[in-house]
T-cell receptor
């Protein structure tokens, strides 16, 4: 069964550094998402992406965050200048469509900011 | 705004016991409802879904019925196994233009042999 893959599984970064989290969505999916889960808290929506542009973003997704689909397979989340509170598990997801189409998640990248 | 409330965990059961994990929601539109499961060290996997009132989602012995009158989507399984030990997340996606999932806090299930 096709799956969403994320790399790396764990990223440790110094505060203030830039970090890029990578995702390969399922190949025929058209919608891409990032969510995050701070330890002990809910899974929170960050951003959705369709047709090479952001279709929706949460208030968490401020100017420090950006997303890109640099080629036909990868989908990346960049955090420009990391803060301690960015430490979380980041999940990438993809879906074929909207409405009732389920979102398929990767295993996540654990981001630790020191 | 839209929200999902799940029962607090952890839930500890013996093998073959009956499982219920409560989930209620608040939504302005006509949401689709989902249960996701996260096994240790893995990502979120879709367990089941229901897209309209009175729909029953089912998978791997788990069931949940979309109850509009009580705004609930409780997860049930008749006989749990040790391999069902995981964190279970209830989620909704509101109808309309938004595509984001709104999750509950997750409920840790521990099944003992």
């Amino acid at each position: 069964e096709p799956e969403v893959t994320q790399t790396p599984s764990h990223q440790v970064t110094q505060m203030g550094q830039e970090v890029i989290l990578r995702c390969v969505p399922i190949s025929n999916h058209l919608y891409f998402y990032w969510y995050r889960q701070i330890l002990g808290q809910k899974v929170e929506f960050l951003v959705s992406f369709y047709n090479n542009e952001i279709s929706e973003k949460s208030e968490i997704f401020d100017d420090q965050f950006s997303v890109e689909r640099p080629d036909g397979s990868n989908f990346t989340l960049k955090i420009r200048s990391t803060k301690l509170e960015d430490s979380a598990m980041y999940f990438c997801a993809s879906s074929f469509g909207m409405s009732n189409q389920p979102q398929h998640f990767g295993d996540g990248t654990r981001l630790s900011i020191l | 705004g839209d929200s999902v409330t799940q029962m607090e965990g952890p839930v500890t059961l013996s093998e073959e016991a009956f499982l219920t994990i409560n989930c209620t929601y608040t939504a302005t539109g006509y949401p689709s409802l989902f249960w996701y499961v996260q096994y240790p060290g893995e990502g979120l996997q879709l367990l089941l879904k229901a897209t309209k009132a009175d729909d029953k989602g089912s998978n791997k012995g788990f069931e949940a019925t979309y109850r509009k009158e009580t705004t609930s989507f409780h997860l049930e399984k008749g006989s749990v196994q040790v391999s069902d030990s995981a964190v279970y997340f209830c989620a909704l996606r509101d109808g309309g233009a938004t595509n984001k999932l709104i999750f509950g806090t997750g409920t840790l299930l521990a099944v003992q042999p």
